[in-house]
């Protein structure tokens, strides 16, 4: 089936932060959305590389080598290996994750944000 994703529409079917939800799939990648509000944990992937779009509100991606700010309409792949912490600037954040369908939220770190199975947006 072929089907269109509303963002704001999604986002607002996601009850907290720091739940990342599936909206789709593409070969072995998934489309995530996550809602993010203060600081994650620092982590990284050891096997994957992670694509965060912003969509609406701003974020902080820390990095061992220095911040980087990522506004609306703007992405940041961080690769494989990089010890990362996202923060949403200013309130929540809406974000959007294009990575592998196994990809652990948390990577390398067991927190009380880790999420090993992610609900579902889509109909399928």
Do not use: Y
């Not at 089936?1 to 990342?20: G, R, Y």
């Not at 974000?95 to 592998?100: G, K, Y």
């Not at 880790?114 to 889509?122: H, N, W």
């Amino acid at each position: 089936m072929v089907a269109k994703v509303n963002l704001a529409e999604a986002f607002a079917k996601i009850p907290e932060a720091w739940n990342p939800h599936v909206a789709g799939d593409i070969n072995n990648f998934q489309i995530k959305l996550v809602k993010l509000e203060g600081k994650f944990d620092w982590h990284h992937h050891d096997i994957e590389d992670e694509l965060f779009l912003v969509v609406a509100g701003r974020m902080k991606m820390g990095l061992r080598s220095g911040d980087v700010i990522v506004e609306p309409g703007e992405f940041i792949i961080v690769p494989r290996g990089v010890e990362h912490c996202p923060e949403a600037l200013d309130g929540e954040c809406h974000v959007v994750l294009l990575e592998p369908g196994s990809t652990l939220n948390t990577g390398n770190v067991e927190t009380e944000k880790t999420r090993r199975t992610l609900a579902r947006l889509d109909a399928r």
